[in-house]
């Protein structure tokens, strides 16, 4: 479940790290480029022929006897989905400079973003929304989603709270989730899917880190067994104060962002998986009644 306090329906709690910072020795362009196309399983003659190069060529840079141009590097990124941040490492592991910008939530520049998002959070009320960034941190929130947050440690609720130590952790909601089993397998394969998409360290940690929890251990225990006729949907079911929840989520992403920030936002949706749990969430809504 993604949720965090929040004051007026608004929650700002984690902020994009300076860009670009890193080790003065960073690798070559060339063994990145490899890494990069071995992650996604691509050959060199393969690669080549779609960017136009051919693969001697391609062979030479992944060597360091060829320094491509940007331009190559740029479509080289393309073509393996190399996510933004991680196409500025390979620019500025050539030489050159990076092309993409990361821009802070609390920029002028994103204030029109950052509102239109927080109007869509608070437009879904009474069920819960929340932004996350791409490593699951809430950095935005509406009301309803605060609600299921309510009494979690101090640690988990952050800044920045994290979907996958707030859920997995077990004086996290994993207490209080009646499908724990199926709900954190979910959750291992999206955080399993970051780190293989992403190649991104702290996430490498995070997932090494969650995978010490019982509901990973318990996950790892049952061999990860697919069920042999899986539901159309996985809920997130929880126990709210004696009552049934059970939700299911979409998440939604910027398809056109060319800054860094935007790219690796996404907007968590929840809705009510049954008529009952419609009623629970107005009901929490409407508050009790007035005298």
């Known amino acids: ?104 939530l609390d920029a002028p520049q994103m204030s029109q973003v950052t509102a239109s998002l927080q109007r869509m959070l608070d437009a879904h009320d009474p069920y819960p929304g929340v ?14 989603a605060g609600a299921f947050t309510a009494g979690l440690p101090a640690d988990l609720l952050g800044p920045p ?21 199926e709900w954190s397998a979910y959750l291992l394969r999206q955080l399993h899917r970051l780190v293989v998409t992403t190649c991104d360290e702290s996430l490498v940690e995070l997932e090494r880190e969650v995978a010490e929890y019982p509901a990973a251990v318990e996950h790892r225990r049952r061999g990860r067994d697919t069920p042999f006729e899986p539901p ?17 989520t979409t998440l939604t992403t910027f398809g056109t962002a060319t800054d860094i920030t935007l790219s690796e936002l996404a907007v968590e949706l929840f809705f009510p998986a049954d008529p009952a749990s419609e009623a629970i969430l107005r009901g929490v809504a409407e508050g009790p009644p007035t005298a």
């Not at 060829?66 to 080289?76: F, G, K, M, N, Q």
């Not at 159309?232 to 299911?248: W, Y």
Request: glycine share 8%; aromatic share 6%; with cysteine.
């Open 1 to 104: 479940m993604s949720g965090v306090p929040a004051t007026n329906g608004t929650a700002v709690l984690h902020r994009g790290s300076p860009s670009y910072a890193g080790p003065v020795n960073r690798p070559g362009v060339g063994p990145l480029v490899k890494e990069w196309r071995s992650v996604r399983r691509r050959s060199q003659l393969d690669l080549a022929l779609e960017v136009g190069v051919s693969a001697r060529h391609l062979s030479f840079v992944e060597t360091g006897r060829s320094r491509p141009s940007p331009e190559l590097i740029l479509a080289l990124a393309e073509e393996l989905d190399v996510p933004l941040r991680e196409r500025n490492s390979l620019l500025l592991a050539a030489g050159y400079a990076p092309r993409y910008a990361e821009t802070g």
């Open 131 to 144: 932004v996350i960034d791409r490593s699951w941190n809430v950095v935005l929130a509406n009301r309803a």
């Open 161 to 181: 709270l994290n979907v996958f130590r707030a859920c997995l952790r077990p004086d996290g909601l994993a207490a209080r989730t009646l499908n724990l089993e």
């Open 232 to 248: 159309i949907l996985v809920p997130l079911r929880l126990d709210l104060g004696g009552s049934q929840l059970s939700l299911f």
